[in-house]
């Protein structure tokens, strides 16, 4: 059987030849880097969904780079998830118990984990502590895909010592920079314009996943994909679309995947069955990403009505297929939603049904803002840019891995 696989010249058609040139221009200095990445999700949510497209480039660009996920038991997630969200502003009781399980994993992981590269970069809190645990020769990198702009004290100050122990930090958004004492870097994320999620569709295919999931398209459809979670605010999207719809007809889709890092999933989903009605379908199928991808070319209008928001990958995704979005007007929502141009950014339930009933009265301004949306990703948001602010960071480190040799477990 024949594989292919995307590479950076396949961006041409969106980014030029010259872009397309300097990339890999930039390669060329680091054939002998050998990288590896760790996460704590192989699917589900926005890290797992950019970490298969640019190991891949990098691959592509004969960077030897891997991609491996830390093993966890049910307690160790639940209290990461709960780490997260301190992180996001949330509250924790932060026990020894909890510290002890969270740091007894990482150190069963690193013992298992020999590590011969120059270069390792570890995602989100999860992974975190494993650098205490390697004779550290080479850059060793964290990468905070979360919402920082008002971590909760005490989890952020047990945290820091492992933090400190990096070469440097890469952060999505620039209001998320902390005190530090190393370089901390901005990388706002990225889409794969190829992938099934974000690739063309025919028309029949689309009737074909929404009728075999039997999502009505008698009336517009209002649309919000995301992990059940409550910063992502499915209950508020649900009380914003009741109000729009005492002036707008409208069909609304809640629908959500369960990350098996996030064990918050199940019981946000069941919570919100309760909310259920005709016109208000809350769908537990969004591992089915050709359904993912349809309900986001569809939709006249979609929400992403978060409270913190990291960067929010879906509002990306959603601009890509021109379909206006209403984002809420938190973090890495607010780098990519320029409120009136290319979709709303909102505050409240209310204004959030306002731009709701606004828009969905509106062809010729849903046109216009779903191009101008489709054009801010493709000069801004395509994979090829992320990789390249990967790249640069590497070759500032090229001096440091030259010089030095592994990393020894
Ligand atoms: N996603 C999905 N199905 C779902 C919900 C989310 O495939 O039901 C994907 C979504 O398309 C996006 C990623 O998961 O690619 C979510 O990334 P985002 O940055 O929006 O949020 P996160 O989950 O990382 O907080």
Known sequence: MKHTLIKVEDYEQHIGAETVERILNKAKSLQDLQVINFNSTYYGGGVAEMLSPLTLLMNGLGIKTEWRVIQGTPDFFNITKKM???LQGGNINLSEMKMQIYEDVIYENAFRNHLDHN?????????????????KHSPWIWRCH?????????MWNYLLPFIEKYDAVIMSCREYAQKLSKPQFFFMP????????????????MDERLAHYNIPTDLPLVVQVSRFDPWKDPQGVIEAFRLARKEVDATLVLLGNFATDDPEGAEIFESLLESR????????????????????????????????????LTVTEAMWKGTPVIGGN????????????????????????????????????????GQNARETVKQNFLMTRYLEQYLDLFNSFEAIFRVNGNNGS
Do not use: C, W
């Open 146 to 154: 979360i919402d920082l702009t008002k971590p909760h004290t005490e």
């Open 330 to 369: 938190v973090g890495g929502i607010r780098y990519q939603i320029q409120d009136g141009h290319n979709g709303f950014l909102v505050s409240s339930i209310e204004e959030a049904a306002q731009r709701m009933v606004q828009l969905l009265k509106d062809d010729d301004l849903r046109s216009r803002m």
């Open 190 to 205: 990225a889409i794969n314009p190829f992938n099934i999620k974000n690739q063309d569709l025919s028309e029949s295919e």
């Open 277 to 312: 009605e005709e016109r208000i379908l809350v769908l537990p199928h969004g591992d089915d990403t050709a359904l993912v991808n349809t309900l986001q070319r569809r939709a006249d209008v979609v929400l992403q009505k978060s409270i913190r928001e990291g960067f929010g």
């Open 119 to 135: 270069l390792v970069l570890l995602h989100d809190p999860q992974p975190l502590p494993m650098i205490t645990h390697y004779k």
């Open 84 to 86: 997260h969200n301190a």
